[in-house]
């Protein structure tokens, strides 16, 4: 058999040991005896509470964080999603771990998929604004940094852009309504 356990040693403090047992066997195969190896297996132990660690910060972030991140797998399944990917899809994270790109996109989105996928194969980031469609229909504008790995998974950071782009689009028509004031007093002034 095989077995872990830690070791407290004067010279070197606490020690991470792996001990691997051997039946010894007659002529016969009964069992007369064992042997067995120690081997120090401290520094993959150390090596592994770090990645834990690791994994575990960057979960909180990634938990934390409002915007929505997504990584699927070469298929555009998603492996991956955050809670605010659920929010702002209004779908549970089962719900999306059973989806693909084109069932959280609006329809009219679906055509350019396949240009964009095959953009992403140099690696890079990208970011363009996509249109997206909730569980209940509705749909929001977000932006997308979006790359894909070499391994051929995808990841994309989403934030919901919407009310940026409702207020550009009233002040572009406040502007609009403010030239057209400003043409009407400037054609008002000529007739005088």
């Not at 955050?82 to 089962?94: D, F, I, K, Q, V």
């Not at 069932?103 to 980031?125: M, Q, S, Y």
Request: hydrophobic letters at 35%; aromatic letters at 8%; glycine letters at 6%.
């Amino acid at each position: 058999g095989q077995f872990e356990f830690r070791l407290r040693t004067q010279a070197s403090g606490p020690r991470w040991v792996e001990a691997t047992i051997r039946p010894l066997r007659n002529a016969y195969d009964n069992v007369v005896g064992s042997s067995g190896t120690l081997d120090d297996i401290t520094a993959r132990k150390e090596a592994e509470q770090t990645l834990l660690t690791s994994e575990e910060r960057y979960r909180r972030l990634v938990e934390q964080v409002s915007d929505g991140i997504f990584v699927a797998d070469p298929e555009t399944r998603y492996t991956d999603v955050n809670p605010a990917a659920c929010e702002m899809l209004g779908r549970s994270r089962e719900e999306l771990l059973e989806s693909t790109f084109l069932d959280v996109l609006a329809p009219e989105e679906h055509a350019r998929l396949p240009r964009t996928i095959a953009a992403f194969a140099d690696g890079k980031v990208h970011r363009d604004e996509w249109r997206f469609r909730r569980k209940d229909g509705s749909i929001f504008v977000g932006e997308l940094d979006g790359r894909r790995f070499p391994d051929g998974r995808f990841l994309g950071i989403v934030r919901d852009v919407t009310e940026r782009r409702q207020a550009e689009e009233a002040l572009r028509r406040s502007e609009e309504r403010l030239r057209e004031g400003d043409r009407r007093k400037t054609d008002f002034l000529a007739v005088l």
